[in-house]
């Protein structure tokens, strides 16, 4: 059974820092790309980042460029988002998805609350 | 940057109706298009994606179809497990832009 699960979200203060994790199992991560997406209180999807399945490749949305660093543990099964200088506007639930190809997300965390406040 | 136009943002419609949401991209899209359905507190469930193929295990009663710029989501007969906010999404690129969503409520 495909599992993704999130962790690592929490109240923090604008301008500090927070790690998200998503360890996942159920199937060979080192073959997947996956991604972010976030969903603020009350708001539609927001897709926030991508990661190729090595690693290679990483792409974010304008609004958390410079900011967000997604990354990748293919020995732990685990996917990260460093979320650096974290605004008002970064709250949300973030949840990890496993892309099954070109980009679809076939699977899904549950999502991690981050609150900014 | 390609932007994706949901309608009707919300629909108010009966158990067993019939039930067209669409989907308009900026720019042609071809058929990279996915659909999603979400339930509150839930994560988002894949439905349908290039336009019109169903994720396995899906339920025959959701279709989708198009390509270009416009597309549609079907329920051809709503159940009351099917009211839920759907979402459309481009594919086949790095930045998986989602259009603003359709919430789907009860009449």
Not at chain 1, 62 to 74: A, E, H, L
Not at chain 2, 74 to 103: M, V, W
């Amino acid at each position: 059974e495909v599992q993704l699960l999130e962790s690592g979200g929490g109240l923090v203060q604008p301008g500090g820092s927070l790690r998200l994790s998503c360890g996942v199992s159920g199937f060979t991560f080192s073959n997947y790309a996956m991604y972010w997406v976030r969903q603020a209180p009350g708001k539609g999807l927001e897709w926030v980042s991508f990661i190729g399945h090595d690693g290679g490749n990483t792409f974010y949305a304008d609004s958390v460029q410079g900011r967000f660093t997604i990354s990748r543990d293919n020995s732990k099964n685990t996917l990260y988002l460093q979320m650096n200088s974290l605004r008002v506007e970064d709250t949300a639930v973030y949840y990890c998805a496993k892309d099954g190809g070109l980009g679809r997300g076939d699977y899904w965390g549950q999502g991690t609350l981050v609150t900014v406040s | 940057d390609i932007q994706l136009t949901q309608s009707p943002s919300f629909l108010s419609a009966s158990v067993g109706d019939r039930v067209t949401i669409t989907c308009r991209a900026s720019q042609g899209i071809s058929s990279y298009l996915a659909w999603y359905q979400q339930k509150p507190g839930k994560a988002p469930k894949l439905l349908i994606y290039g336009a019109s193929t169903l994720q396995s295990g899906v339920p025959s009663r959701f279709s989708g179809s198009g390509s270009g710029t416009e597309f549609t989501l079907t329920i051809s007969s709503l159940q009351p497990e099917d009211f839920a906010t759907y979402y459309c999404q481009r594919l086949n690129s790095y930045t998986l832009t989602f259009g603003g969503g359709t919430k789907v409520e009860i009449k």
